[in-house]
């Protein structure tokens, strides 16, 4: 899922594309991370990292990567401390094998402990529960948002997920956000700098981007709504 729409990728696809071809396939999925669920022997990836603090709703700061590990043994880490490497003499070191070597001793241990409270509440739920009713809530707004002049919800693909971007006609994406968070409502703006190729192709400056999550309610897709049409 990219940061500036609701498309889902055809990941599993890719996987057999790369696999066939012999290529490292390194998935990126902080957007699906808590959202959906999300398998890497069925994806076919070798890589896959993720943060926390989106929609698995886990502290700032956080993060997960998996890497096969066949592969993660062919891998240096861009730095060494003793966490990732022993200092077996004055002039040798030997990497740690698996995840480890791409550890460092510093970090934070309450974060990491948040980050799995947050997986186990959200495998608690169910990410297959999860995902239903996002998508459903995702499908309601778009639905209503098309129903405002003015706005143009800029979501692509059949396949869609929670986050929801639209553009309001003679207004920055950074000017609908001020005016909505002046409502305590909030939202995000996807610029051009963080997907430059896809946003010039579709001769967009930014777009405004909705998340909803299973704890949002229709009532409050309504007030989203009604707050967005006194901008129009």
């Given at each position: 899922m990219g940061t500036n729409g609701g498309l889902v990728n055809p990941a599993e696809k890719v996987g057999r594309a790369a696999n066939a071809a012999g290529i490292p396939y390194l998935l990126d999925a902080t957007q699906s991370m808590g959202q959906m669920e999300i398998n890497v022997k069925k994806i076919g990836c070798d890589m896959l990292c993720a943060t926390g603090r989106k929609y698995l709703r886990g502290p700032r700061g956080t993060g997960l990567l998996y890497v096969r590990r066949a592969l993660a043994e062919l891998l240096e880490p861009p730095f060494l401390d003793n966490y990732a490497a022993e200092w077996e003499s004055r002039d040798r070191f030997a990497i740690n094998p698996g995840a480890r070597r791409f550890e460092t001793w510093e970090s934070s241990v309450a974060?990491?402990?948040?980050?799995?409270?947050a997986i186990e509440y959200a495998l608690d739920w169910g990410l297959g529960a999860i995902r239903v009713r996002v998508v459903s809530l995702a499908e309601i707004l778009r639905s209503r948002l098309d129903l405002i002049p003015g706005i143009?919800?800029?979501?692509?693909?059949?396949?869609?997920?929670?986050?929801?971007?639209f553009t309001v006609e003679g207004k920055s994406g950074w000017d609908v956000r001020t005016a909505l968070h002046a409502r305590s409502i909030n939202v995000w703006v996807s610029p051009m700098a963080s997907t430059r190729l896809d946003m010039e192709a579709r001769g967009l400056k930014d777009l405004v981007r909705a998340s909803v999550h299973y704890y949002n309610t229709e009532e409050e897709i309504d007030a989203f709504c009604v707050a967005l049409e006194s901008l129009t």
């Open positions: 974060n990491r402990i948040g980050l799995g409270v143009t919800v800029r979501d692509l693909g059949t396949v869609r997920c929670g986050i929801v971007t």
